[in-house]
């Protein structure tokens, strides 16, 4: 059975730190890149950042770039978002996804397995 299980989800003050984790079973993880997805109340679901398993690179959308790092554990199956500096534009469901090899973050139709997401609330 595949599973992608999000932890690390809390309510946090500006300026606050989060590490996300994604702990991923039931598939060859290290051919797929992993990516995480948000989505606030009222709004379309946004790509926040990648792993790429064909290559290594990492991938952020403007709005987190300097600011969130995704880093991953092939050994653990598991990949992380470290989140600083948060803003309470961050608040949203956060979600990991696995998509066999490519990133693409403005494609989140193209991931084949989901998880279930983690709330992430940044207060002011």
């Known amino acids: 059975e595949v599973q992608l299980v999000e932890s690390g989800g809390d309510l946090v003050q500006v300026g606050g730190s989060l590490r996300l984790s994604c702990a991923a079973s039931?598939?060859?993880?290290?051919?797929?890149?992993i990516g995480w997805f948000r989505q606030a109340p009222g709004k379309e679901r946004e790509g926040v950042s990648c792993?790429?398993?064909?290559?290594?690179?990492?991938y952020y959308a403007d709005s987190v770039k300097g600011r969130f790092t995704v880093s991953r554990d092939n050994a653990k199956n598991t990949v992380y978002l470290q989140m600083n500096s948060l803003k309470p534009e961050d608040t949203a469901i956060y979600y990991c996804?696995?998509?066999?090899?490519?990133?693409?973050?403005?494609?989140?139709?193209?991931?084949?397995?989901w998880g279930q997401g983690t709330q992430v609330t940044v207060s002011s």
């Open positions: 996804a696995a998509q066999a090899l490519f990133c693409h973050l403005n494609d989140p139709e193209g991931y084949t397995y």
């Open positions: 039931g598939f060859t993880f290290e051919d797929y890149s």
């Open positions: 792993f790429s398993a064909y290559d290594g690179r990492t």
